[in-house]
């Protein structure tokens, strides 16, 4: 039992000693890739870097190199301790420096100098690829986890043009938005401001080259999420003028209401009280407009303002009946309308006239009276 258990300690023992050495991980130093950013298809593309092996190590893993540039062309020296010892090249996508190559002494400085160069793939839309990936390969063929890589966006040209087209459209369609907005004198200044920003974006995304087409890209999308929040700002505004102009209709009955509440004959008439009603659900429309405003529920809200305008509406034509109904009473004519008004007013006329004929009259009568008298002395 005992030597069972001893066995098992040095086994043990001895896998934490061989292991660690194995595993000890290489290190990527001085990568250089030109030219940076993005590439389009057919741009060759030149990398160089340095790999130091693990110090401290009798035994190495292989190294294998991967990359998805076409007509790849790799060129690489093993370095001990300073000492280049020869040139290997090499033209396949892969390429594996053998362990064997890599094994010194624990105490040798070992590192690997590798340039490579190629030329960007065709790609049928705008993705990354990698430009070179290194990885360590067991004495079984098994490529460690941890994995070694760079990698660049290239970009499908057509992609470039055709996303550049389609924020011009939107931007355009945008335009035409605000104009109509403006027309109906809505607020735009802030969507404006939104459509000038988008604008300078696409300007700007046209005018790049093509190794900045990443950053192309980037405006672009910035445009489109520029163009979508200036129709944000758009309808909110739109939102806030029909919200502003149901408004009118219950400050206008307002007026009539505090009218007919400050007359004796009418502040108790039930006719006054269903104005109020209107008026009360009117004003309960606006509150779940500005409710729906506030939530960025912009169509709630211009819903309900229309809720609020017609009922608002509704309570003022009523008050105006009302108060129409008010004058009927000391004026005979006024349900006539306008030609009752025409006509009330003829009448007033002709009363007036005829006193002032009177009174001309009895003038007359009073001044000759007065003249015989004087005669008579």
Known sequence: MMKGLTRLIWIAVLFLIIV?????????????????????PGTTVDLSWKIQMPSGSTSANSLQMYTQLEKPKWSYIINVNGVANGLTEAGTKTVTI????????????????VTLEGTAPAVTQTENQTLIQISDVDGNGHASDTKYTQSVMVVNTNDVTTAIANAKSQLSQFRTEIDEKAALDIDTSAAEAKYNEAQAKITSAQSLPSTQYSDALNNINTAISTISDGGTLLDKAWAEKDISEAQGPINNVD????????????????????????????????????????NGNFAQARAKAGDAYSKGNESYNDALTFKASIQATWNPFAGLGSIGSIFSSSVIFIIVGVIAVVLIIVGIIIYRKRARWDELG
């Open 255 to 294: 007026s009539l209401i505090a009218y007919f509440q400050g007359n004796t004959s009418t502040s108790t008439d039930a006719r006054l009280s269903e104005i109020i009603t209107k008026r009360e659900v009117a004003v309960s429309y606006i509150s779940a407009a500005n409710d729906a405003l506030t």
């Open 20 to 40: 660690p050495a194995a595993s000890l991980a290489y290190t990527v130093n001085s990568m250089q890739i030109s030219p940076s950013g993005s590439l389009t």
């Open 98 to 113: 053998n362990s064997f190559l890599l094994t010194y002494k624990s105490a040798d400085d070992v590192s690997v100098t």
